[in-house]
């Protein structure tokens, strides 16, 4: 090294060195606290460890048996719950053990089941952090009939909120649902439902079991068995040749009618705009093709449907539509893919992407709902 190079190396360090002492109090401390407000990759693999116990144990409050796969912690020393959410979740976990005595009595139980999480990075900002979690769940059927299928699963999305201490640790201080759909069976009911509106333009489904047997003729050119394959090749895998509508409301009614042209339902030409039509091309569709209540709409008026006196009525490649704030308007769409020997329908469905639900199971997890249910 010349010199000239090495007075100048030497002028940097001490340049350096001098600033560090030179730096005012205030802006030393402002450093240290924006790094203790901002997690770091330790801090965020807490935050997928409790998101994962938090979401394992609402599944292991079902089971008829405790054979699940249990989250080690539900704290450690850089996360833990915050004192209002394990109060809330004390709540939640009560509310569930509710529902698994709601579904004994309706026929259903599980005797194992397994619940993955995976987690996004944290949005940061003054403190908080907000996560966003999609858990993967699968619950295995207690053969209690002896004709229900294997397994149920489901994929559900969650925003989780973090808030760090004075002391720097992380609690979790709220979790919520973000997918449009009926509520998995593992998520709690959070609030009360909305009082009944005006009276929806169908004609409303008993959810009471058991139900008289409605014996399914079938309609000449539909297939049903290839409207159950298609639902339940693409309920989590979605078909690239069509549009998808997560983001304009929930893509429900797209995939019932995706799968309700797979088994031989025509286009009805016409305007988009006019549910008494129904079509989808490149470029657009109709209202009726991605609307639940235009489908609904389209559906009677058109004669493709007939409606249900009760959920468990329905069979293979029928409809069961959900009014979830009882108040005229139809807000989610599934079809049947399964139909047990004892007369027990199971639903695949988007919009919380999920494969063989039992009606029994979204009832138990949505007593205040109002059903349709349609006779394809």
């Known amino acids: 090294m010349n010199p ?3 007075r100048s190396a030497v002028g940097a360090v001490l340049t350096v060195a001098v600033s560090a002492v030179l730096l005012p109090a205030s802006t030393a401390n402002a450093a240290n606290a924006a790094a203790r407000n901002t997690p770091d990759s330790d801090t965020t693999a807490s935050f997928g460890r409790i998101a994962d116990a938090v979401l394992t144990e609402r599944t292991a409050a079902l089971l008829d048996t405790r054979s699940v796969r249990r989250a080690p912690l539900m704290s450690d020393s850089k996360v833990r719950l915050s004192a209002g959410l394990a109060r809330a979740e004390d709540t939640a976990l009560s509310s569930l053990r509710t529902r698994k005595s709601r579904l004994a009595g309706l ?13 996004g990075k944290p949005r940061v900002k003054n403190g908080r952090a907000t996560v966003q979690v999609t858990e993967t769940t699968t619950l295995t059927y207690k053969k209690i009939r002896g004709d229900e299928p294997a397994t149920t699963g489901f994929q559900a999305h969650h925003e989780m909120n973090f808030a760090v201490t004075s002391g720097g640790t992380w609690e979790l201080t709220g979790i919520k649902p973000t997918d449009e759909g009926p509520r998995a069976v593992n998520q709690p009911v959070t609030a009360a439902v909305a009082s009944a ?23 000449p050119g539909y297939d049903y068995a290839a409207m159950a394959a298609y ?46 039509n129904w079509w989808y091309n490149s470029s657009n569709q109709t209202i009726s093709w991605v609307g639940a209540n235009e489908w609904s709409w389209f559906t009677l008026s058109a004669k493709r449907a007939t409606n249900l006196s009760n959920v468990y009525q329905m069979d293979v490649g029928d409809i069961l539509q959900m009014d979830f704030e009882r108040d005229g308007s139809k807000d989610h769409s599934m079809m049947t893919t399964y139909r047990s020997r004892s007369g027990v329908p ?29 006779r394809t």
């Open 107 to 119: 026929g259903e139980a599980y005797t194992a089941a397994d619940t993955k999480v995976t987690t």
């Open 231 to 276: 639902a339940e090749k693409y309920w989590k895998n979605y078909n690239p040749a069509y549009r998808k509508f997560n983001d304009a409301g929930g893509d429900c009614t797209n995939f019932i009618s995706q799968a309700l042209k797979a088994g031989g339902w025509k286009n009805d030409s016409g305007t988009y705009s006019d549910y008494r």
């Open 197 to 219: 509106g005006a009276p929806p333009k169908s004609t409303p489904a008993a959810t009471s079991w058991p139900a008289r047997s409605v014996r399914k003729t079938g309609t």
């Open 4 to 6: 000239s190079t090495f």
């Open 346 to 374: 199971y639903l695949t469905y988007h919009s919380t992407n999920t494969y063989r639900k039992s009606v029994a199971s979204i009832v138990a997890s949505n007593p205040g709902s109002v059903y349709f249910a349609y």
